[in-house]
């Protein structure tokens, strides 16, 4: 029963999602337009990067609120905090709300390291920064990372079911980011270089002025 709570806490918090929200405020569905993605990645093309810089850090915030709470609340649960980190991932995924079309994971998975430990966290920090900038797409961030994590839980904490549970949340966001490695083999990604020269991107992508005053990329 606990294990119960432990996930529809996580899953219940990870349903809040910012993106969404803020621009559900500003009139449209963040899901119908950019990479048709409800995360921090598209609120970063849609809402601009100050919104999108919010929208992660209220992600991973979330994520280490969810696990806090569970390990609070069930002290002595053995796998509170891979059931509580995977939880959360889920609900961010598949908000029921949302009729389960929510973003992809990134920033959760990424709070779920920092609540794990925050100096892992700094160093796939930096890996994962030099596997975009390497790769120049975003998307292989958590592809990396995701198959990365549950191998260096699994390590320190000497625990085979615990790392198990994270790969849960590996293979969900494998899946789910299928759709962009299939973008770029069609080179309709989204490139990381949109960060310091969208203009480019967007003449790259041939998304023309009418289409961005239509609201597809604002």
């Known amino acids: 029963m606990k294990y119960i709570l432990c996930f529809f806490i996580s899953y ?15 009139g449209f569905d963040i899901r119908e337009k950019g990479s048709m993605n409800a995360g921090a990645s598209n609120a970063l093309i849609l809402l601009g990067k100050s919104l999108g810089v919010a929208c992660a850090l209220l ?20 796998y ?41 966290f700094l160093v796939m920090l930096a890996f994962e920064i030099v596997v975009a900038l390497v790769t120049k797409y975003i998307c292989f961030v958590p592809l990396t990372a995701s198959v990365i994590f549950p191998g260096v839980y699994g ?15 590996t293979s969900v966001m494998l899946y789910k980011h299928k759709e962009n490695l299939d973008r770029i083999k069609n080179g309709t990604e989204m490139r990381l ?9 967007l003449d790259r992508m041939n998304i023309t002025e009418e289409e961005k005053a239509q609201g597809r990329i604002e």
Do not use: Q
């Open 59 to 78: 992600d991973i915030a979330k994520a280490v609120f969810a696990i806090w709470l569970c390990e609070t609340l069930f002290p002595t649960l053995t």
């Open 155 to 169: 390590i320190m904490r000497a625990d085979l079911w615990g790392a198990l549970i994270l790969l849960i949340a």
């Open 80 to 120: 509170a905090f891979p059931v509580a980190g995977v939880s959360c991932i889920l609900g961010h995924i598949f908000p029921f709300y949302m009729k389960f079309r929510g973003g992809k994971g990134l920033a959760c998975l990424g709070g779920m390291v920092l609540a794990f430990d925050w100096r892992v």
């Open 193 to 201: 270089t949109f960060l310091w020269n969208k203009d480019k991107e």
């Open 12 to 26: 219940l918090i990870g349903t809040i999602n910012p993106s969404y929200m803020i621009a559900k405020i500003r």
